[in-house]
């Protein structure tokens, strides 16, 4: 009796996993948990993840309690959400734009982890400050999980500490 549900969760467990590998990685967490897009972002709400699984990056003033600051620059808005959009084409592969892109001083992607492709989703938005200069804020949040192990600060601040 015992061998019989062993073999019957053995067997379970591999179609499982054939399942997985037949649909895709990437859509078989969409199938399981839903889109990893969840929309636009409102920074102002400054809301978190309940769980220790996503990052805050902001310039000063534009947001309560991030997980590091961000230096305002000197370029628009628009052109700092392009240049930090191609940027992080660059340095993350995986990374795909999901917004609309009808305002230009937004911008959203869902990336993936390498392996297991676990989706996390990645919120830009640039506004004007009052020194003339454009502060940026930054959100990444993984969709699955309690705990994303830095994962998200990590990626931000690759996507910050370069040009």
């Known amino acids: 009796m015992i061998k019989t549900i062993a073999l019957g969760g053995a067997a379970l467990i591999a179609m499982a996993l054939l399942a997985f590998v037949l649909i895709g990685r990437e859509r078989s967490w969409e199938l399981i948990a839903g889109s ?12 978190r993840s309940p769980s220790p699984n996503d990052a805050l990056a902001c310039s000063p003033g534009l947001c309560e309690n991030p997980d590091f600051e961000i230096p305002p620059v000197d370029d628009a808005p628009p052109v700092a959400i392009e240049r930090l959009s191609q940027r992080l084409g660059r340095i993350d592969g995986l990374a795909r734009r999901v917004d609309d892109r009808s305002d230009p001083r937004k911008a959203r992607f869902v990336t993936y982890s390498p392996m297991m492709r676990f989706p996390d989703v990645i919120h830009l938005e640039a506004r004007p400050m009052a020194d003339g200069r454009t502060g940026l804020m930054a959100y990444a949040a993984a969709q699955l999980g309690k705990s994303d192990m830095g994962k998200n600060r990590a990626r931000l601040e690759a996507l910050f500490s370069g040009p």
């Open 36 to 47: 990893p897009d969840p929309g636009p972002r409102d920074f102002s709400l400054n809301l």
